[in-house]
């Protein structure tokens, strides 16, 4: 898509191809709704949305899958390599989690931080007194703040090279977590923290969400774990669930996710559980950072297709 106008145009096309559905789905012909039939969204307001954002130069890449099913919903590019931040430490998650199952480590492993570990931004461990932390904790903190300080002293538990291998041995090509959590990026760093397509990560959360991500058990840790995220600012602002207390189901609806933020960058990518369906989704958004309102249209399109999912799923 890469913002051109005539992917924008292709999109707005798209979007306008059924409106007679969109009018029966949002309850304007009331026997939409009969006989135990699934009515779903048909995910044409976030097409809309994504084509406004292409229009102002936005790279997007999106998919939205039934997790039962895996049949796809909505794609936008999703076999786009983008940057994605903070996502990409989903598979740092993975790779302690099949330790601990593996009993390479125990839960109770005390890590020190060290003065090399040591970054700003996300996270509270650094507004904290403990020096030392047991591994779950530390993974419990990367899962509900995105904490950059025990994201390093996880990676240096395990090492960037295991991580790497996790991520190919569950058949990532196009997703990785890169390097650390660095302050400033000089030459001789990655670029970017991780990137991913959303395809595959996608594909990765609803192997998650069915226990098929390494194991049962190592599935059951990680989405326990994510189930924590305080982040729902992006897609999952739609659900309306409580950021700090959403483990249990409310309303129907249980969650798991991980986001990323970055200058210019906004991506999230989870689970979603209702009471008709169960979706996993990653949408990311590369786009010019220089205006306050780029960022508010970016965040609203998110939501725009996170009231899609809603409506599938609910």
């Known amino acids: 898509m890469a913002g051109s106008d005539e992917a924008g145009h292709d999109l707005v096309t798209a979007a306008q191809a059924e409106p007679s559905r969109r009018a029966r789905l949002r309850g304007g012909d009331p026997g939409a709704r009969h006989k135990g039939e699934v009515v779903r969204s048909d995910f044409t307001d976030g097409f809309t949305a994504l084509a406004h954002l292409a229009l102002t130069g936005a790279q997007v890449s999106a998919r939205v899958i039934d997790v039962r099913t895996g049949k796809a919903l909505f794609s936008v590019d999703d076999h786009v390599v983008l940057p994605t931040a903070s996502v990409g430490k989903v598979l740092l998650l993975l790779e302690i989690a099949a330790r601990l199952d593996e009993q390479v480590h125990s839960r109770y492993d005390l890590l020190d931080r060290t003065p090399e570990d040591l970054v700003g931004d996300s996270g509270v461990w650094q507004y904290l007194h403990a020096p030392s932390l047991p591994l779950t904790d530390l993974a419990a903190l990367v899962a509900a ?153 970016v965040l609203q399109a998110m939501r725009t297709i996170g009231l899609d999912i809603l409506e599938y799923v609910h």
């Open 145 to 297: 703040t995105s904490d950059n300080l025990a994201t390093n002293v996880l990676l240096r538990a395990v090492g960037l090279d295991a991580v790497h291998a996790r991520g190919e041995s569950l058949g990532l090509k196009r997703t990785a977590l890169l390097d650390r959590v660095r302050d400033r990026r000089g030459p001789d760093d990655a670029p970017q923290l991780s990137v991913g397509s959303a395809a595959e990560l996608t594909t990765l959360f609803a192997r998650v969400a069915r226990g098929e991500a390494v194991n049962r058990a190592v599935s059951s840790r990680v989405s326990d774990w994510l189930a924590l995220n305080t982040d729902l600012s992006m897609v999952a602002s739609a659900f309306a669930l409580d950021p700090l207390s959403h483990v249990r189901s409310d309303h129907g609806l249980s969650l798991f996710n991980k986001t990323g933020s970055d200058v210019g960058v906004r991506a999230d990518a989870g689970v979603l559980r209702g009471p008709r369906a169960s979706v996993a989704y990653t949408v990311t958004v590369q786009f010019e950072d220089d205006v306050h309102m780029n960022r508010l249209a």
